[in-house]
């Protein structure tokens, strides 16, 4: 199988829909009945590449969507357990600050007044919070991009561009935090209150009970979720793979063509350094890039089946510096002449 990129700058007119029914007659014009494999074009927008591409490409840095879902979901679940922690201490204390609101009252303040007050009180912390927030960023930032191996910016997070979206999210959850503790305290009457009566206590205790339940609800489910993925992980990194993976440094060449006609001579200088135990090239390794080549199969009832068959190009010692077990058979040997040009051994799933 070919993949082959092509980049074509289309105008705001441009239909998909339309280009891709008319592909089908594009491609049998050109290529002819009977001639060759069959094509297959696939259209995507550029900017769907990097996160979204459904195609099959050769090595290069690639994201993951479901893991920006994933992390997105944790940091709401986090972001959500903190607005209900701050409720529930606002309600809790709401006694301490009754006598406020019942003297604030007493004097001319309205509900309204009140309601922004504490509006207010529950922005200001958000901004805060944002602050701080901010600064353990850039000091934990350096040790991000040493665990996970990327290179993170705190420029790349706040600038110009971000910082309408942040004011906007930090207004949302003040918002969100603040206005039920500002509903309740506000709504306290003045008489009752300087009385030492507030009949809301009972309503606001089984508000907070709800809100501890649905708190701790969300904890044991991001507990769970942690312990489900450290386990899969280690079950991943102690699993036999079937070949050896410790102690290799792969030098990524693209498989560069000029490389690939001097490599017995570069496999042999590097032999020559006493810490270097064995060479191999290949066109991927284990658990990267899966290439891929177009064969047609018959099937059971005669039928030719084109199919995309994995295939990984390798050199003669590639079995041999992986410790892969054959099975049957023999491995590559540079005493046949013809394993350097049209060799192939297969796997078990391949053979049934």
Do not use: C
């Not at 992390?71 to 301490?96: D, K, V």
């Not at 003045?190 to 649905?214: E, Q, T, W």
Request: proline share 3%.
């Amino acid at each position: 199988m070919w993949i082959l990129n092509t980049y074509f700058l289309v105008n705001d007119q441009f239909d998909k829909a339309n280009f891709e029914a008319r592909i089908p007659e594009f491609i049998a014009r050109r290529a002819g009945e009977n001639n060759g494999p069959d094509y297959t074009v696939v259209i995507e927008s550029l900017k769907d590449v990097y996160l979204r591409t459904a195609v099959q490409r050769q090595p290069g840095d690639t994201g993951s969507l479901t893991n920006i879902y994933v992390f997105s979901i944790i940091g709401l679940f986090i972001l959500t357990i903190a607005m209900i922690n701050f409720m529930n201490l606002s309600t809790a204390r709401s006694m301490e600050r009754a006598k406020e609101v019942g003297i604030r009252k007493s004097i001319g303040a309205d509900r309204r007044n009140l309601m922004f007050q504490f509006l207010g009180e529950s922005l200001i912390i958000v901004v805060l919070a944002f602050v701080v927030g901010i600064i353990l960023t850039t000091i934990a930032m350096p040790m991000m991009n040493d665990m996970t191996g990327k290179v993170f910016e705190i420029s790349r997070i706040v600038n110009w561009q971000t910082i309408p979206a942040f004011l906007v999210i930090m207004l949302v959850i003040g918002l969100l935090a603040g206005s039920y503790p500002a509903l309740v305290l506000s709504g306290f009457r003045p008489l009752m209150i300087l009385k030492g009566i507030n009949k809301s206590d009972a309503r606001g205790a089984n508000l907070r009970k709800g809100l501890v339940v649905f708190q701790f609800s969300l904890s044991i489910t991001l507990i769970a979720g942690t312990i489900i993925v450290y386990t899969q992980m280690s079950h991943l990194l102690d699993k036999d793979m079937g070949f050896d993976k410790d102690h290799m440094v792969v030098l990524d060449y693209n498989y560069d063509g000029q490389v690939n006609n001097v490599s017995s001579s570069l496999e042999s200088e590097l032999e020559k350094n006493p810490n270097i135990l064995s060479v191999a090239f290949s066109r991927s390794v284990p658990g990267s890039h899966f290439p891929n080549a177009y064969t047609t199969l018959e099937t059971s009832d005669g039928e030719m089946v084109g199919q995309a068959q994995p295939v990984f190009q390798v050199g003669l010692d590639f079995i041999d510096h992986y410790g892969l077990e054959v099975v049957a058979g023999r491995s590559y040997s540079r005493d046949y002449p013809s394993d350097s040009t049209s060799a192939l051994v297969i796997n078990e799933a391949a053979a049934r």
